[in-house]
């Protein structure tokens, strides 16, 4: 690939990934309880994660290089995985009631 | 200004924060985290007043390097220290 | 105004909010994680300051260990220990607020009026990389030219796991039980942070990295282990383990006296260096390991029994 | 003890290994020595199992995967940037087909991670599941997970 041509999509996957980081933010901050923010992280951040890597690896020099910036997603993806399950886990387990619709109520 | 002299302002905040801190604050813990913020205030002016000029300095970085595991170390005596204090305060009431 | 300062000074600004939160957080939990959150904007600071070795350091140990000693402590101190923040009841409250302001105005003036360092430290270091073994001028540092003040940094460690363990009362066997999802992510992620660890090492001696780092990632995993249930409890280090935790600190002192017949302390010969600094990180990269998943495991004995399984 | 599997997981940690150091080779002693460690702890803390994984099922399970988790993330940031979050939250209860171990362990990690899941509990074969929306065919969703995950690990269900 030409350099400009890897300039041009590791911007748009950097920009990609940003923006999603900023939803998973936004919805951090907008949702009502703990169990909707966790969904907002780990949904969000870790497709933002995706793309952060994906557009430092399409400039990265070599093949390894690459596929070591690369690697972070699957990692990252389980630990948060993981973590997600156990504050969703302890929340339940402080008795705290997920938030409902006024209407659900 | 530079990024280092910028650091190094913010880390002499901090260390005055972490200081009065240290000082007024009632609970163990709360000392031991001010005693860290103190700590953290010292390493940014170690490094960053060595790299006003933009040069990095790799000497107060390896110092910095050991000094943060020196921190956890003291942190984690502390800590015990905290436990066994809380639980001798237990056994004399 | 460029946007790089903008950057940093918003940083500046996080930095010091996040540990004022940590100090005046209504209670102790919240407070620990401010000062967690306090931890990783140090870290990005670090990265803004060409330091990717403290930053490293700073996202394991200072963010990551100690945020886990500490919430650890909330645990079993109770809310209790971190009370009264705002420190009403301290008789030196309004004369230390007073006097602070003052200290910050003087410290602002003298970082300002810093005279320039005699010794271009910098310009030094770069002169004698080449007797040094090394291509990666904080290890340089760390290993070599200030090799004594690491060898005793080493030894304070040490000596700092003597205190606790001392203090530890009589830890009851760690009957940890957790979810069976943290015990498959342990299981799972603990042979790659191996490779992890041996990969830093390695990068050590040209790029950023060495033993401390790959120690803290060692330390990371036997945290995790012992979170699963999945390590036995460390109650009192048996003859094993007393070795692993002494065996760094032991070979950089015989790497250290080594020469002394015909040169200074801690003085290798160029053409040797390389091979004792690998020598002796990699001593230390086990041994810093072992000491500071000690500092958690030892301390956190009585832990986590309150815990379901599942 | 079989030779396969030890084979199998060396070669994945020197691959690792390969990887960080960007293939450099002067790094083969702490690299050989990190490799035999790791191989050695995996052995230790996961013993080889007699599955049947398909290789071709993996493949077709990480497409089918990136391609919901990127379904989850542009739910999610819709969601988020809505002018009044349209969230339906609620917890289900979804008996599961698949067995005890780590077919369960990945239906949850998977969950976690697809459009509107997310577990709370497991209490044997019990899933609790908070959704985001449950005006959603969430438990046709989650019953198409296990069938995938069933598949890839030849498992029955």
């Known amino acids: 690939m030409p350099d400009s041509a890897r300039e041009f999509f590791s911007a748009v996957f950097l920009v990609i990934g940003a923006f999603f980081y900023l939803a998973g933010t936004v919805g951090l901050l907008r949702f009502p309880d703990v169990y909707t923010r966790l969904h907002a992280l780990t949904k969000a951040d870790n497709l933002g994660l995706g793309f952060l890597v994906l557009g430092l690896a399409v400039q990265a020099e070599s093949l390894a290089a690459a596929l070591k910036l690369l690697l972070i997603w699957p990692l990252t993806l389980a630990a948060s995985a993981t973590v997600g399950y156990l504050i969703a886990r302890r929340a339940r387990a402080l008795g705290i009631s997920p938030w409902l619709r006024p209407e659900d109520r | ?93 | ?310 | ?157």
């Open chain 2, 1 to 93: 200004m530079s990024t280092g002299l910028l650091y190094a302002l913010a880390g002499v905040l901090l260390f005055v924060m972490g200081m009065a801190g240290a000082i007024i604050m009632a609970g163990a813990l709360r000392k031991i985290l001010a005693f860290n913020i103190m700590g953290s205030g010292a390493f940014l002016v170690l490094v960053g007043l060595a790299q006003r000029d933009g040069i990095p300095d790799p000497v107060p970085q390896a110092m910095v390097l050991t000094g943060i595991v020196v921190a956890v170390a003291s942190t984690a005596l502390a800590l015990a220290l905290a436990r066994r204090l809380a639980a001798d305060g237990d056994e004399e009431r």
């Open chain 3, 1 to 310: 105004m460029n946007l790089a300062l903008v950057f940093d000074l918003l940083l500046a600004l996080m930095l010091l909010w996040s540990a004022w939160r940590a100090l005046a957080a209504p209670n102790a939990t919240r407070a620990v994680v401010m000062f967690i959150v306090f931890g990783l904007f140090l870290t990005l600071a670090w990265g803004r300051l060409d330091a990717p070795d403290i930053a490293l350091a700073e996202a394991a140990i200072g963010a990551g260990l100690t945020g886990a000693l500490l919430l650890d402590a909330v645990r079993t101190l109770g809310e209790s220990a971190g009370a009264d923040a705002g420190g009403a009841r301290s008789p030196w409250r309004w004369p230390v607020l007073a006097f602070s302001p003052l200290l910050a105005v003087i410290l602002v003036v003298a970082v300002l009026e810093a005279p320039q360092q005699l010794v271009d430290l910098p310009a030094v270091v770069e002169r004698n990389m080449g007797l040094s073994g090394v291509t990666h001028p904080v290890t340089a540092v760390l290993l070599n030219f200030r090799g004594y003040d690491t060898l005793l940094e080493v030894a304070v460690l040490l000596a700092a796991l003597f205190g606790l363990l001392a203090l530890a009362q009589g830890a009851a066997s760690a009957a940890t039980r957790e979810s069976f999802l943290l015990h498959t992510l342990a299981r799972l992620a603990t042979p790659p942070m191996i490779v992890v660890a041996g990969y830093l090492l390695w990068a050590g001696a040209h790029q950023p990295g060495g033993a401390f780092q790959a120690a803290a990632v060692l330390a990371a995993a036997a945290v995790l282990l012992h979170l699963a249930g999945l390590l036995p409890a460390w109650v009192a280090p048996g003859r094993l383990l007393r070795l692993g935790l002494a065996g760094g600190l032991l070979v950089f002192l015989a790497v250290a006296i080594l020469p002394l017949a015909h040169a200074p302390l801690l003085t290798y010969p160029p053409a040797w260096a390389g091979a004792l600094i690998l020598l002796v990180e990699t001593a230390l990269t086990v041994s810093l390991g072992l000491v500071l998943a000690g500092l958690f495991l030892f301390l956190s004995g009585r832990s986590l029994r309150d815990e379901e399984t599942r």
């Open chain 4, 1 to 157: 003890m079989r030779v396969a599997p030890v084979l199998r997981r060396t070669l994945a940690f020197a691959l690792l290994w390969w990887v960080l150091v960007e293939g450099s080779s002067v790094s083969w002693g702490i690299g050989l020595a990190s490799v035999g460690l790791a191989t050695f702890a995996s052995l230790r803390l996961w013993p080889p199992a007699h599955w049947r994984i398909s290789y071709a099922g993996v493949a077709a399970f990480a497409g089918w995967f990136l391609l919901e988790s990127a379904k989850g993330a542009v739910q999610v940031a819709a969601l988020a940037f809505q002018r009044r979050p349209d969230l339906a939250p609620r917890i289900i209860e979804i008996s599961l087909a698949l067995p005890a171990g780590a077919a369960t362990v990945l239906i949850v990690n998977v969950l976690n991670l697809l459009p509107g899941t997310m577990c709370t509990d497991v209490e044997g074969k019990i899933l609790r599941v908070h959704v985001l929306d449950g005006r959603l065919p969430v438990v046709e969703e989650v019953r198409a997970a296990e069938a995938r995950i069933a598949r890839m690990l030849g498992v029955t269900q």
